[in-house]
């Protein structure tokens, strides 16, 4: 099928529109996985509100001069994509112009510039089949890394900033994967996780200082590279952290708790750098691995893209601010619509 594109060209229609999703839940809130949710009182706390970061229609475009890397409609074609077959970009929430001709964030490790309303600070992304990341990877399980680095440009509270991922519609339930048992690890794993399974809204969203893997915050920036390692170190947050060494794991298990979380606050004058590695998910294949069994994720996200955020949530409101949210498409979201042959055709 043929449609007009919002930008006025001729593109391929990508994706589902949103009377397709009723198959996924149809009584939203009744179905199983929503019991098991309210069962083991994973989203107890008031409901984020989700913005609108994906159309519910998202073109792919052939010509090169209109296929830009950062409008939330489209998508440009999968040969244009500098890491091919993957993509990483930023989201609608922080770019004020959707024409930007910037590129997207590389997967090559190289340091990526960005700046929201919230953070002011640089990406890297590291894989572990590139070389020259390889002494990051030796000797450890992990398929990927994705650092950020930067300052907050106003006071944050820890218990406001959260991490995961949120989509704007529903996804397909994955069966399995959210079992009972499942849910109950992640919910040991991660105490203040947050889940919505909903038609509208689906997230799942912990603080960040309780989820992130590896925490660094210093007095001056962070230098980025390949091969860079980021070092726990969190002396400078004061209080129990001052007068205590504490690893990555004595930090999780401190910032479990909302009573200690509610006593700390990003400081706009320090430099905080996170690390965010991966055993769980293989990106150049689109595949998470976990409890045994592999999941291809572009079957279950419906044409959303696997996220890259931080954001406060307010809990009066619902609301809140991003302090970065990127996206990763993989091409094989495209392949069921849009040959390289067919796609071709397209003027």
Request: glycine share 6%; with cysteine; hydrophobic share 40%.
């Amino acid at each position: 099928n043929m449609s007009a594109s919002p930008l006025g060209l001729t593109a391929e229609r990508m994706l589902f529109k949103e009377g397709e999703f009723s198959s996924v839940f149809d009584r939203p809130g009744d179905d199983e996985i929503s019991h098991l949710v309210r069962e083991l009182d994973l989203d107890s706390d008031p409901s984020i509100r989700v913005q609108q970061t994906v159309d519910l229609q998202v073109m792919i475009v052939k010509p090169k001069e209109f296929a830009h890397f950062h409008c939330p409609r489209t998508l440009p074609l999968p040969e244009l994509w500098p890491d091919r077959p993957l993509l990483l970009r930023a989201a609608k929430t922080q770019v004020s112009d959707p024409l930007d001709t910037r590129s997207p964030v590389s997967f090559n490790a190289v340091p990526y510039a960005f700046e929201t309303e919230l953070f002011k600070g640089m990406l890297l992304v590291r894989l572990s089949d590139n070389p020259k990341c390889t002494s990051y990877f030796k000797g450890k399980a992990r398929l990927s890394s994705v650092v950020l680095t930067g300052q907050f440009k106003a006071p944050v509270g820890f218990a406001e900033l959260v991490t995961g991922q949120e989509f704007c519609h529903a996804v397909k339930n994955p069966g399995s994967i959210l079992s009972a048992a499942a849910l109950k690890l992640f919910k040991f794993l991660a105490p203040l996780l947050k889940v919505k399974l909903d038609k509208g809204d689906t997230y799942f969203l912990s603080p960040l200082a309780q989820t992130v893997q590896c925490m660094h915050v210093g007095n001056a920036p962070f230098a980025l590279a390949p091969d860079c390692q980021v070092p726990e170190d969190t002396r400078l947050l004061g209080g129990d952290f001052a007068t205590t060494t504490m690893d990555f794991e004595k930090r999780k298990k401190f910032f479990s708790k909302v009573s200690n979380l509610e006593k700390f606050t990003y400081d706009p004058r320090l430099f905080y750098t996170f690390d965010f590695y991966n055993d769980k998910i293989n990106i150049n294949d689109f595949e998470l691995r976990i409890l045994g069994k592999k999941f291809d994720l572009a079957a279950y996200l419906l044409g959303q893209p696997v996220r890259v955020l931080a954001r406060t949530m307010n809990e009066a409101s619902g609301s809140g601010g991003y302090a970065w949210n990127f996206e990763m498409w993989h091409e094989k979201q495209t392949g069921a619509m849009c040959s390289d042959a067919a796609c071709d055709t397209v003027s």
